[in-house]
């Protein structure tokens, strides 16, 4: 757990070095203030991910999932549903305990499947200049929601069982615009899995490349100045 809260500090950190017009100008002598609106909103918002699941004690844990995400407006978003199938591979923690201790575990979890809805603070956006050739927009966000996990427990006896967990999500993201429609998205979270007899805290790491649109135009905020020549101009 103390990891993950170092990870996210860095993470933080690091990603405020993208976000020009933060800071004071040069000299500190005026205040330099956002004002231009986010470009490429849109309201809808699916992406296609894949990341990995680290600590779990038999298995590494690799995820690919699906999601939706609304966007009620500039700073807020709502991630509907995030859906991940969770692809195993042995560590080789279980062949060392047999071989060198002569202990075999008696029973150990393996993760299956998961889907998480989550609530999201969009608070920073900012622009970037990638190899001083292409401007790049990106927001940092933060997202947390319940979800659930389903393991299925295998027995050294050979027995099977399938368990279905609560799960909590909760991390930051930094989201990159690629284009009017497409962006990448960077997450770091954490993952609290509360099994029948303990809970299971993993830290995940992920990437996801959103597909945005619109289901009908976007209203486009309307200057006062502007509306006001164009009914003069029209009068005469």
């Not at 933060?22 to 005026?30: L, R």
């Not at 947390?144 to 393991?151: D, E, F, L, R, S």
């Not at 959103?210 to 209203?219: D, E, I, K, M, V």
Request: net charge negative.
């Amino acid at each position: 757990m103390k990891r993950f809260w170092l990870n996210l500090f860095l993470f933080a950190v690091l990603t405020a070095w993208v976000v020009p017009g933060w800071c004071a100008g040069a000299g500190g002598e005026e205040n330099v203030y956002a004002v231009q609106d986010r470009v490429f909103h849109s309201n809808n918002e699916i992406g296609f991910s894949l990341g990995y699941i680290a600590d779990d004690d038999f298995y590494q844990v690799y995820a690919v999932g699906l999601g939706y995400t609304w966007h009620l407006n500039e700073h807020f978003s709502w991630e509907v549903l995030r859906g991940a199938y969770l692809f195993t591979r042995d560590k080789d923690l279980k062949d060392t305990l047999e071989s060198q201790f002569e202990a075999t575990p008696t029973r150990y979890a393996e993760p299956r499947y998961m889907w998480h809805t989550h609530l999201v603070y969009r608070p920073l956006y900012g622009k970037s200049a990638f190899m001083n050739r292409w401007l790049v927009n990106n927001e940092m966000y933060f997202f947390a929601g319940p979800g659930h996990i389903n393991y299925e427990w295998q027995y050294s006896t050979g027995r099977t069982a399938e368990d279905n967990a609560l799960s909590l999500s909760f991390g930051a993201g930094m989201r990159f615009f690629l284009s009017e429609n497409f962006c990448l998205n960077a997450e770091i979270r954490e993952l609290i899995n509360f099994r029948n007899d303990d809970a299971q805290y993993n830290p995940s790491f992920g990437l996801s490349l959103g597909y945005r649109f619109n289901l009908a135009p976007r209203r486009l905020p309307e200057d006062p100045t502007v509306k006001k020549l164009k009914n003069i101009l029209d009068e005469e």
